[in-house]
């Protein structure tokens, strides 16, 4: 488990290693792993699995910030260990993110764990499913790498968004993510459904004078 410069959590845990199969171009993991040589085999750390156990203080964990956990490549049982072993260490909170929110129904994540998808190129359909998804705890939407207009869609029954810029090397890249998109998308946000929103640092890098928000859904 490590310290992580994702500023809405306090450490990245991976249990699960190798080149993640999503293969997104944006993708920062996908650069380290090419560019250092690791290991690319998908596998399953099993001394990492306890890593939890570890943290003195009550702290946010980003599950699988370098994998699709959800992938039909990855074991059902990889993911039900990884989520019993929380039972254990469950006054800390783990977050975990998607991009096939629809492989998630049936699994049973119990309420310290905050169930999300990313939203990238207006994927609406992905926001309907994670609403049909019944356990867990927090539900929320990362905007990020905002690429589109969304500031129509629907995020009833949504309890957090994070809203994020197309970076490079921990760069925004200018021109990626528009200011309107940003903007149009904390008024609803605010104003239509009164929803917790999380700006990362990028898009102050980009935007300095957009409004300071650094909210929790609790």
Not at 124 to 138: A, C, F, V, W
Request: net charge positive.
């Amino acid at each position: 488990m490590n310290k992580t410069s994702v500023d809405w959590c306090n450490y990245s845990w991976n249990v699960i290693r190798g080149l993640c199969p999503m293969s997104c171009g944006y993708c920062y993991a996908r650069r380290i792993y090419q560019r250092f040589k690791l290991d690319s085999k998908i596998s399953f750390n099993e001394k990492e699995l306890c890593a939890p156990f570890k943290l003195k203080k009550p702290s946010r964990i980003f599950v699988g910030s370098t994998m699709e956990m959800y992938h039909p490549e990855i074991p059902c049982e990889w993911i039900s260990r990884i989520i019993d072993i929380t039972y254990e260490a469950s006054q800390h909170t783990y977050i975990t993110l998607t991009k096939i929110p629809s492989a998630l129904k049936g699994i049973e994540f119990p309420e310290w764990w905050w169930i999300g998808t990313s939203i990238v190129n207006g994927e609406s359909s992905r926001i309907d499913s994670l609403k049909r998804i019944e356990t867990g705890g927090i539900k929320f939407i990362s905007f990020e790498p905002l690429l589109t207009d969304v500031s129509s869609y629907s995020l009833e029954g949504i309890d957090w968004i994070i809203i994020g810029t197309l970076n490079c090397n921990g760069r925004p890249v200018s021109g990626g993510t528009k200011r309107e998109w940003i903007e149009g998308l904390i008024r609803s946000a605010k104003e239509r459904y009164h929803v917790p929103v999380y700006i990362k640092k990028e898009a102050y890098m980009l935007y300095p004078d957009l409004p300071i928000l650094k909210e929790f859904p609790i």
